[in-house]
């Protein structure tokens, strides 16, 4: 990889309470974690990533390699950038799709290691260029989600920053159809550019707004979108 490679960038946004707990237990085993290296173990974990170096070394199937990660961890109550992660996706896997999922699944559970989160805001900033057909893997992530508490459906507010601007009707119902009625969208003014959406989705988790972040990019890709995407989706 280089760094012209384009990269693959999730945030996660809320309100982190550590545990009360970890700061003796970090001293009492000489750790020093921070989300970085949290999000290195974890990944490695998976088999998604490694930091070792060297041929020899190599991961079968590396999903990406790590650039850089961090967060804040203020304890204060307000709404941080509690985690974020850059990574240049691997080109050269056959059939894999941009790991959005993969990657919102290393923070949260790097944040959730350290203490309890308030997840309030997914942000994504994706090379489509890169973006592989996920149509049919989304198709069975929407019947995971069907499974939601009908209690569970949030408000949510999502914005698409790319080039060109997507029409936001047009946009809207081509993801209904690919979330099979169960993220559904409506044109909305926005505060900022881009094309601007409310509606509604099965449940508000870090995973379920992975999924529709990449219902969006899909429906992005199969529109021959290549310009680099950014997707914002928050509870409202």
Known sequence: MTEESPVLTTEIYGV????PWIGQVSADHDLDEDLFSLAVKRAG???WSTTLLGAQNTLEGQRWEHA???GDWSQDGQERQVAWLTV???ASLSGQHLPVLPMVRTLTDALHRVGRLRFTQLHVHAPLALARDAGFDLRAAADWFALSS???RTNIMLTVRTDPTPNPEQLSAAVARSGHGLLRLHPSPGDGPGAS???DMPEWTPDAAAWATATVLEVLRASDVRAPARIT???V
């Open 68 to 70: 850089d990660a961090g």
């Open 233 to 235: 989706i928050r509870a």
């Open 150 to 152: 009908p209690d569970a």
């Open 88 to 90: 240049y996706p691997a």
């Open 16 to 19: 982190l309470t550590q545990h």
């Open 197 to 199: 959406m409310a509606g």
């Open 45 to 47: 974990a998976y088999g």
